[in-house]
């Protein structure tokens, strides 16, 4: 592409590797600015190098190559297509509630983001929704979108390799059953002429 001359991208959710690891390539040697190469004296010899951090463990790029040689192309193709498969399967499943917006589907990357619609019929919020299946076991966050969108409230699920059709299908059970509870919650008032003990007793 004309205007491409660099691509960075991070390793640690679909590179199948430990966080802490990332690659940048760049279309020609020219484009990369010499000021960011520096030079040191190392066992005996000058290397350049151009990195954030020098002195660190290469244990993350020895896990990420061996990834590389055991999987191959068409290995990560294959876990990569499942967990799209299951983006979408989760994508579908929250769409079929009819109370939310779709953002993303996870057609094209495995990110599942959704909003309340404006019209939904409900007094419970995406922070109630949270809340609800935090009490399950599941964290999935709800949070303003940037600045002059800050109005819009959405959540999303990251999909990583890890999560299978099997987990995918206990979350949507959660998930309905959370809805279900929310949609029946209500909070009592006490009665004025209410007596007696309230409160935690012995």
């Not at 990369?32 to 790029?61: C, D, W």
Request: net charge negative; glycine share 8%.
């Amino acid at each position: 592409l004309k205007n491409v001359i660099s691509i960075n991208t991070s390793g640690h959710k679909y590179g199948l590797v430990y966080p802490g690891i990332g690659w940048v390539l760049w279309k020609d040697k020219s484009y990369l600015p010499e000021e960011l190469i520096f030079k040191v004296s190392y066992l005996g010899g000058e290397m350049p190098t151009m990195q954030i951090n020098f002195s660190r463990s290469a244990s993350h790029i020895i896990g990420q190559y061996y990834n590389f040689l055991r999987y191959g192309f068409e290995g990560y193709r294959t876990i990569h297509q499942k967990t799209s498969d299951v983006a979408q399967y989760l994508a579908h499943a929250v769409e079929q509630t009819g109370y939310f917006d779709i953002y993303n589907d996870g057609s094209h990357l495995p990110i599942v983001c959704y909003k309340l619609k404006d019209n939904a019929d409900v007094k419970w919020t995406l922070y109630d929704l949270a809340d609800r299946l935090q009490m399950r076991g599941w964290q999935v966050p709800a949070y303003p979108l940037p600045k002059s969108l800050e109005n819009i409230i959405i959540q999303r699920y990251v999909c990583r390799a890890d999560l299978g059709f099997n987990m995918a299908e206990e979350f949507i059970q959660d998930f309905q059953a959370s809805i279900e509870e929310l949609n029946s919650a209500h909070i009592l008032f006490h009665d004025t002429q209410q007596s007696g003990i309230h409160g935690f007793t012995h």
